[in-house]
C-alpha cells in the first residue's frame, strides 16, 4: 500500500474496498461516502521523518533545535521613544537569552520570511493594533491587560511555530531577532535583505537557490536573462494547462477557509460571548442570593446561602472556561483562519510563476514567428535584388550594342556632309547641351531637397533596419529560450516545494485540531465536574429544610 493517503478533512478517511457480504445498510451508506468523497481532498505522507541537525550557525540555532526548547515571551510593557509614541515591548526569552521586540519587529521578522520563502507557510502574527486601542477609556483597563495577554500568547505561538519549522528554524535572520543586543534595523539594512528582488516573481526562492550557502537568500532566476524579459503577469489570468493537484489544494484551502472563518470561528464567537455573559449574570445572581439570605432565618436561610454559594461556584467555573477556551481553541482557531489566508497567498504565487512561464513559452514562439516573417522579407528582398541586378545586367549589354551602332552610323553621315553643315551643327549642338546642362542643374537641386524631405519621413534604409530587427529578435529569442527553461525548472522546484510544505502543514493541522477539541472537550468536562460538586452540596442543604 503507498504510503500517500487522500483524506478529506472534514469527513476523515474513506475506505475504497468493499465485501460480498456487505449489508444494504453498509453498501448504502457507503454510496453516500463515495458521494461525499468527491469533494477537494489532500494527500498526506504520513512516513515523513524530520531530520536531525548536527551543525549550527550560531547559539541560537543550537538552542532552538534542542529537544524540549521553548521560546517564551515573558513579560509586555508600554515604552515610549524619544519622540515621545507610545508602544508595548515584548520580552522574548530563548534559554539563557533575552530580549525585548515591539510588534513592528515581529511584523517585519515576517515578511522577511515571506519575501525568502514565498513557498512555505511562513506561520501568521495577531492583527495590528494601535496603543490608543488598548486604552481608549481609563474604564476597559483590564480589557487591555486581557487583550496585551492575548497578543503575547499569539506572538509566542508564532515565534514557536517558526523554530519548530524544519527549514524556517534554519534562517539566520530568525536567529538575529532572537539575539540579546543585535539591532533589527541592523538586519533589515544588511545585504541579505536589501538585495532581495522587489517583485517576488523575478527571483527563485531561497530554499531553492543554491547561491548562499550559509544562509538562504532569494536569488535571479537568471545571471544572463534580463529581468525585463520575464512577464508580470495578472492573478486574473487563467492558466491553459493547470496542474490538478493544486486545483484540488485551492478548492480545499478555499472549503476550508470557509468553515473556519465563516461558520466554526463565528459559531464560536457567539457561544463564547454568551459564556462570558452568562458568567457576568452568575456573578449578579450570586450577590442577590446572598443578599437574600440575609433576611431569612434558620435552615431556609442556609439553604439560600448555599444556592448563592452554587451561583458563585458557576460564575467561577463559567469565567475559568471562558479564559481556557479563550486561549486553547479560539485563538488556534483563529490562526488557523489566518494561515487559510496565508495557504491562498502560496498557491497564488505558484499560480503566478506557472503563468509566467506559460507567458514567456507563448512570447518565444511569436518571437520565432516574427524570426520567420523577417527572414523571408530578408530572403525575397536578397531575390528581388538579384533579379533585378541580372536585368540591368542585359539592359546595359543591349544599351552598349545599340550605341555602338548608333555611333557609326553617325560617323558615316559626318564624312558625307560640307564644312558648312558641319559648322553649323556644332554650334547648334553646343547650345543644346547648354540648355540641357542648365535644366539638369535645376532639377537636381529640386529632387535633392524633396529626397531630404521624404527621408526625415520614410526609412532611408529599410534593409538596415530589417536586418537590425533580425538581429535583436534573435537575440531576444536566445534569452527567452533561457528563460523558458529557467522558469520550468523554478517552477518545478517551486510545486515540489509548495506541496512539501503543504504536507507538512496538514500533518500539523491534524495534530492542532486534535489537541484544540481535546481541551474544549477537557475543559467542558472540568466546567460541568466543578458546577456538579457545587450545585451537589446545594442540593443537600436544600434537603435539609423542614416543610
Known amino acids: 500500500m503507498s504510503d500517500?493517503?487522500?483524506?478529506?478533512?472534514?469527513?476523515?478517511?474513506?475506505?475504497?474496498t468493499r465485501n460480498d457480504s456487505d449489508s444494504e445498510e453498509e453498501l448504502e451508506a457507503e454510496q453516500h461516502s463515495e458521494t461525499r468523497s468527491a469533494r477537494p481532498t489532500v494527500a498526506i505522507?504520513?512516513?515523513?521523518?524530520?531530520?536531525?541537525?548536527?551543525?549550527?550557525?550560531?547559539?541560537?540555532?543550537?538552542?532552538?533545535?534542542?529537544?524540549?526548547?521553548?521560546?517564551?515571551?515573558?513579560?509586555?510593557?508600554?515604552t515610549s521613544d524619544d519622540s515621545g509614541s507610545s508602544f508595548i515591548t515584548y520580552t522574548v526569552k530563548v534559554g539563557?537569552?533575552?530580549?525585548?521586540?515591539?510588534?513592528?519587529?515581529?511584523?517585519?521578522?515576517?515578511?522577511?520570511?515571506?519575501?525568502?520563502?514565498?513557498?512555505?507557510?511562513?506561520?501568521?502574527?495577531?492583527?495590528?493594533?494601535?496603543?490608543?486601542?488598548?486604552?481608549?477609556?481609563?474604564g476597559k483597563a483590564k480589557e487591555d491587560v486581557a487583550i496585551i495577554e492575548k497578543r503575547k500568547r499569539m506572538l509566542q505561538s508564532f515565534l514557536n511555530r517558526v523554530s519548530?519549522?524544519?527549514?524556517?528554524?534554519n534562517e539566520h535572520v530568525f536567529h538575529k531577532f532572537l539575539e540579546t543586543g543585535v539591532s533589527w534595523n541592523d538586519v533589515l539594512k544588511s545585504r541579505l535583505l536589501s538585495s532581495l528582488p522587489k517583485n517576488?516573481?523575478?527571483?527563485?526562492?531561497?530554499?531553492?537557490?543554491?547561491?548562499?550557502?550559509?544562509?538562504?537568500?532569494?536569488?535571479?532566476t537568471s545571471s544572463t536573462v534580463q529581468q525585463t524579459v520575464l512577464p508580470n503577469p495578472n492573478t486574473s489570468q487563467p492558466l491553459k494547462n493547470p496542474d490538478p493537484r493544486f486545483i484540488d489544494s485551492e478548492a480545499y484551502t478555499n472549503k476550508f477557509a470557509y468553515h473556519i472563518s465563516q461558520n466554526l470561528e463565528k459559531t464560536n464567537k457567539r457561544t463564547w460571548k454568551r459564556l462570558n455573559d452568562l458568567s457576568n449574570d452568575?456573578?449578579?445572581?450570586?450577590?442577590?442570593?446572598?443578599?437574600?439570605?440575609?433576611?431569612?432565618h434558620g435552615e431556609l436561610a442556609n439553604a439560600i446561602e448555599k444556592v448563592g454559594q452554587a451561583v458563585d461556584s458557576s460564575f467561577m467555573a463559567t469565567g475559568s472556561l471562558t479564559s481556557?477556551?479563550?486561549?486553547?481553541?479560539?485563538?488556534?482557531?483563529?490562526?488557523?483562519?489566518?494561515?487559510a489566508q496565508v495557504i491562498k497567498q502560496v498557491l497564488k504565487y505558484r499560480h503566478l510563476k506557472h503563468l509566467q512561464m506559460e507567458l514567456t513559452a507563448e512570447t518565444l514562439e511569436k518571437q520565432k514567428f516574427n524570426l520567420e516573417v523577417l527572414e523571408k522579407s530578408e530572403q525575397e528582398s536578397k531575390r528581388l535584388e538579384e533579379a533585378l541586378a541580372k536585368d540591368r545586367g542585359i539592359q546595359d549589354t543591349s544599351i552598349q550594342s545599340t550605341q555602338s551602332n548608333l555611333d557609326g552610323e553617325s560617323n558615316e553621315n559626318t564624312i558625307g556632309e560640307n564644312g558648312h553643315h558641319h559648322e553649323h551643327s556644332q554650334n547648334g549642338d553646343s547650345l543644346t547641351i547648354t540648355k540641357s546642362h542648365q535644366k539638369r542643374r535645376s532639377g537636381s537641386k529640386l529632387f535633392s531637397v524633396l529626397s531630404h524631405t521624404i527621408h526625415g519621413i520614410m526609412d532611408v534604409d529599410p534593409e538596415a533596419t530589417r536586418r537590425n530587427s533580425i538581429g535583436k529578435t534573435r537575440e531576444s529569442i536566445i534569452q527567452l529560450e533561457e528563460a523558458k527553461v529557467t522558469t520550468a525548472e523554478d517552477l518545478k522546484n517551486i510545486s515540489a516545494s509548495i506541496q512539501e510544505d503543504l504536507d507538512r502543514f496538514q500533518r500539523q493541522k491534524i495534530r492542532d485540531l486534535r489537541d484544540m477539541l481535546l481541551n474544549y472537550a477537557k475543559n467542558h468536562v472540568t466546567w460541568c465536574k466543578k458546577n456538579l460538586s457545587s450545585w451537589e452540596e446545594a442540593k443537600i442543604e436544600v434537603k435539609n429544610v423542614q416543610i
Open 4 to 16: 500517500i493517503e487522500n483524506i478529506d478533512p472534514f469527513l476523515g478517511a474513506i475506505s475504497n
Open 45 to 78: 505522507n504520513y512516513q515523513y521523518k524530520p531530520g536531525v541537525k548536527t551543525h549550527y550557525c550560531c547559539q541560537i540555532d543550537k538552542e532552538i533545535h534542542t529537544e524540549g526548547t521553548v521560546i517564551l515571551i515573558t513579560n509586555a510593557q508600554k
Open 96 to 138: 539563557e537569552e533575552e530580549v525585548k521586540r515591539r510588534y513592528s519587529e515581529f511584523e517585519s521578522l515576517r515578511k522577511s520570511l515571506m519575501r525568502l520563502y514565498p513557498t512555505l507557510i511562513v506561520p501568521p502574527i495577531p492583527e495590528k493594533h494601535s496603543f490608543a486601542d488598548y486604552a481608549t477609556l481609563q
Open 164 to 169: 519548530n519549522h524544519p527549514q524556517l528554524s
Open 200 to 220: 517576488i516573481l523575478q527571483g527563485s526562492p531561497a530554499n531553492l537557490s543554491s547561491s548562499h550557502p550559509s544562509s538562504a537568500s532569494s536569488s535571479p
Open 282 to 296: 452568575y456573578a449578579e445572581l450570586g450577590a442577590i442570593y446572598n443578599g437574600f439570605s440575609l433576611n431569612e
Open 324 to 339: 481556557s477556551l479563550e486561549a486553547e481553541f479560539s485563538e488556534p482557531l483563529q490562526e488557523y483562519s489566518q494561515f
